[in-house]
Nanobody, 123 residues
């Protein structure tokens, strides 16, 4: 059974930074791509960022490029999302997910999901 536990969310002001963490159980964390998605109230879940098994390949949605950085530490079974220059439109519940071997922007490619962590950015 794979479990993903996000942490690091909170209430911040526009322009501030947060780092989200996602700790994964299981011994095969390092072979899978990981992703971050978010869902704002009244909106569908959307792709934010993804990283391949060793960090060589990453992808971001356009709205966070240059502000967010995804990374991973396979020794700690943890994936991170560093979020800088936060904007009110970044307000959402952020979910991490475990995917397949290759990175993907599509939620259907991810088979395990965390419970989410709330990020609220005030103006």
């Amino acid at each position: 059974q794979v479990q993903l536990v996000e942490s690091g969310g909170g209430l911040v002001q526009a322009g501030d930074s947060l780092r989200l963490s996602c700790a994964a159980s299981g011994r095969t964390f390092s072979v899978y791509a990981m992703g971050w998605f978010r869902q704002a109230p009244g909106k569908e879940r959307e792709f934010v960022a993804t990283i391949n098994w060793n960090g060589d390949y990453v992808d971001y949605t356009d709205s966070v490029k240059g502000r967010f950085t995804i990374s991973r530490d396979n020794a700690k079974n943890t994936v991170y999302l560093q979020m800088n220059s936060l904007k009110p439109e970044d307000t959402a519940v952020y979910y991490c997910a475990r995917g397949r071997a290759n990175i993907s922007r599509y939620a259907a490619s991810y088979h395990y999901w965390g419970q989410g962590t709330q990020v609220t950015v005030s103006s």
